[in-house]
């Protein structure tokens, strides 16, 4: 079982619908990061998370320590969302444990 | 102030050549990651480095495989001999700091292709 998994694997939405991915993760951690991975192959770095939650713009990253358990949420969803979002947690030290990713298609 | 650049953005190498991959950190930034995506799969920790130490490098293979962050220049990522399992995608991240808040700013990766 990986350390970290998301959900849904695929994602597909049509235009201006609000969507939420899931990560959870077995370990204790110090940090969660969210990033996007466009088609190119690049990597943003979306959110980085130890509690709580963040906005900025039409994403919102919410954590519940607790539980161990992150949601990503786009409203208002574009094609140009489409992307594939990854979670990645930091155990304490220096190394990030990512989760397997999540390919979302918003259609016009 | 320029992000992470890597070199070069795809690199072709046959069964048995010598690949070298580098990674120059954002402006003021001291810690350098390296992390390998195979096809199809997710991300996973390679190396972690600062300036002419490596810090932690559980994530690399034990064979064929290492990094360096020399004191001028970039960090470079060397896989000798390569196979083609060797074929990924290799992103290079870096960060200010060391502490687990710190976000790391990763690169555009480099694509290796072994025919």
């Known amino acids: 079982k990986n350390e970290v998994e998301q959900s849904p694997q695929n994602l597909t939405a049509q235009e201006g619908e609000f969507i939420t991915i899931n990560c959870s993760y077995s370990?204790?951690?110090?940090?969660l990061h969210w990033l996007q991975q466009h088609p190119g192959g690049g990597i943003v770095s979306l959110f980085m998370?130890?509690?709580g939650k963040k906005k900025h713009g039409r994403l919102i990253a919410t954590i519940n320590i607790q539980e161990k358990h992150s949601s990503l949420h786009i409203t208002a969803s574009h094609p140009r969302d489409s992307a594939v979002y990854i979670c990645?947690?930091?155990?304490?030290?220096?190394?990030?444990?990512f989760g397997t990713g999540t390919r979302l298609q918003v259609f016009p | 102030n320029a992000g992470v650049m890597q070199n070069p953005r795809h690199l072709v190498r046959r069964r048995g050549q010598e690949a070298r991959l580098r990674c120059s950190p954002m402006?003021?930034?001291?810690?350098v990651y390296w992390y390998r995506q195979l096809p199809e799969e997710g991300l996973k920790f390679m190396v972690y480095l600062q300036k002419e130490n490596i810090i932690d490098e559980s994530g690399m293979p034990k064979e064929r495989f290492s990094a360096e962050f020399p004191k001028e220049g970039p960090s470079i990522l060397r896989i000798q001999q390569v196979v083609r399992g060797d074929s990924a995608a290799y992103f290079c991240?870096?960060?200010?700091?060391?502490?687990?808040?710190?976000?790391?700013?990763f690169g555009p990766g480099t694509r290796l292709l072994v025919l």
């Open positions: 990645a947690v930091r155990p304490g030290g220096d190394k990030l444990i």
């Open positions: 370990v204790g951690i110090s940090a």
């Open positions: 998370l130890s509690s």
């Open positions: 991240a870096s960060s200010r700091l060391e502490t687990p808040w710190e976000t790391q700013y």
């Open positions: 402006k003021g930034h001291s810690h």
